[in-house]
């Protein structure tokens, strides 16, 4: 062993209480820094997982309308807040069944004890039998501006205008459906074109 190496090992330097202290102090300094920013990185995170799982629910309805050949709606804040719900249309695009034509009857026709889901047949004959799970956002997380949005089996997106609840008409491409989800001050939005192309924003 070198001699400088037996001086290390036989000393007997210590860590100093201010050296203690100054440690401490670095180490609280960089918690109270990162502690928040670690917070809103995860509180953005839940929001956009939210976020993807409405367009999912968007994206979910398009293709269910091509494929079963029926219009299908997705509901916002239905039955309750927080909740959406993709529902079959009942009746005909021109001559909706009373109780879904419009947005006062909503409430009922998100309800999954009336409407159960899955559908208790498979008969495509029995409506509805293309309804999907009711869903709840976050508690967190809650809808900003939504719209119920009608897909219909041609892949084109159509929504209610005016005070008329059955005035289902196609959306301008240009401008399109916007859906938005909020959480403290942070948003997420969801735009929806005429010819059905959902994206996140």
Partial sequence: MTRWFRQRLTREDGISLIDQIATIAIIATVCGIAVPALKNSVENQ???IEARNVERELQLARLSAVSSNRPIRVRFNCPSTGQYRRVELLGSINSPI??????AQAAARCNQTTYPYPAPDRDPLTRPSNDGPLLQLNPAVSFGVTQTLEFWPNG??????GAMANSWLPILGSTGATITLTKGTATRTITVNSLGKVQLQ
């Fill in 156 to 161: 084109t997106v159509h929504t209610t205008t």
């Fill in 98 to 103: 009373s109780g879904d034509d419009g947005d």
């Fill in 46 to 48: 839940r929001l956009g």
